[in-house]
């Protein structure tokens, strides 16, 4: 029969084996089966996106040492990769928790925080990581862009050439380090303006909302051209106006943030239903499709119909843009008016590129310099 005392030391003879299991975690199954070879390899499908293959790699690595720091420091990643902020942060605290002096894991808790708009907290886990090491230029990196969500441009600006001080071939700090000058540049005014500065790319109901509000279009064409928005008027016989009721778009219901820009420019005609009646409000806008509803913008406020006609016949100066192209008026329209730039070394206008808010807000900031 077992003592109080023997009962006693069972349950905690039992408790010890369990943590040792907790730490010493499942053998090995190979020479490649070791956390380092899993976390490396979660770290690749990390770099792919592919963030369940990663989360499986983690997962792995954790198994086989449950107090590896960079396995929960890869798994707040993948889990941050795949939305779930959650369990993200959980992984992340968890990194700390093993390692004080683990600068990875301070890093991807900043990361979680931004993603959920904490940037206080996001800035403060960063700049712990470059107490612990300033030559970890990806610090700096995030937390440029943890100051530039929070539009404070000129402290993301710094972090951003912190991290190109360090590391000259880091290109993502130079693209974030150019959209944050874009944005400064454009100046934006409403608080619209501000949250779609930061995106990338803009989707169709972005480009309709900052036309109306960035651009100021109906304020402006009320002063301009007061027939459009004047019930009464009748323009004389044969001249074309825009459409005074908004085309039926069964897509974009009452609840839609962006529903009354996006009744605004289909009524004026600066953006067009597509054939099926849907405006596709999430879409991504390419080059091709912005010039052309910025050479509409030109023609509804200038009331010149030729204006859609001015390049015709003329040779391209595109590589990848023939004469023949249905937008190429429009792209000579906006790229000799300084609206849009060609890439500098080829030349090329990039057709299909999507356009970013930073890019967006420019070129608009510039067309209402010009009526």
Known sequence: MITGIGKLG????????????????????????????????GKKFLDEKKFNDALAEFDRARALNPKYAPAFEGIALAHL??????KAEEAAESAKDLDSKFVPGYVAAGRVQT????????????????????????????????YLQDYQFARAERDFDAALQIDPMFAPARKEWERSMKIRMAVPGTAIGKKIALADPITRADLAALIATELGLEEKLRKRRPELFDPSYRPPQGTQMPAMTPPAI??????????????????LSLMQPFPDRTFRPADRVDRATYAMTIQEILVLASGDETTRKKFIGSVSPFPDVRNDHFAFNAIMLVTTRGLLEAEKQSGAFRLTDPVSGPDALLSLRKLAELF
Request: glycine residues 12%; contains cysteine.
């Open 81 to 86: 990769g795949l939305g779930d902020l959650a």
């Open 115 to 146: 993603a959920k708009g904490e940037i206080k907290k996001a800035v403060a886990g960063f700049t712990r990581a470059l107490e612990l090491d300033n030559r970890y230029f990806r610090a700096h990196y995030y937390r440029g862009q943890a």
């Open 250 to 267: 069964t897509d974009v219901d009452g609840g839609h943030w962006a529903r009354g820009y996006i009744e605004l420019v289909t009524r």
């Open 10 to 41: 069972t349950v905690v003879l039992l408790g010890l084996w369990l943590a040792a299991c907790a730490t010493v975690g499942e053998q090995s199954k190979g020479p490649t089966d070791t956390p380092e070879h899993h976390y490396a390899a």
